[in-house]
């Protein structure tokens, strides 16, 4: 007769690179400090709900992706794509958004003054052009100032929804716009040309000039 043997089963050790949940970054200034551009309850709802929102919904799809990868089940895995688009743009598109902008964000510096005027004309044509695009985007998204890479060139854009800049065009995000209706409605109701101008006058240059040299290293 053989004894009986205990079978020893390990237990699954932590993983070590345990992901890290996506937190509400601060913002770089006071709530009050657009004003009168945008206003303080624009900028509390909007920081503190809206993009608070974006980062939960997508934790919670990023848990239910790992969970879906370590079953094998591509189905989920799929479907939770569009999860994880809308709610990462989301997330993305509003980080850069809340450093574009300041209550005294300076000029822009002599490398991107150089750059726009090369590829635009003048910064007045520059602004007139993404304002136009901007304006005439149907529903919610973005107007973006982006850099293509492939030709060293500045070049304007719109996203629909939350696509992310970069993700979905391969333009590198230097300045964006958000005309989803909860960005100024609020406070210019439906009068969207009335916030796009507006906001040319919060651009914070210090912080786009540095995403410019970032990318360029001028
Ligand atoms: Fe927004």
Redesign the pocket.
Known sequence: MFAARRILVSKPTKDVFARSKHSLPNLPYDYKALEPIISTEIMEL?HSK??ATYINNLNVAEEKMEEAIAKGDINTQIALGSVIKFNGG?HI??SI?WCNLSPNGGNPDAALSKQINKDFGCMEEMKKSLSQITIAIQGSGWGWLGYDKKTKSLRIATCAN?DPLQATTGLIPLFGI?V?E??YYLQYKNVRPVYVEAIFDIINWKDVNARFKNITGC
């Open positions: 909007h809206h993009h989301g598109n509003h958004f939350q958000d989803w909860h960005a």
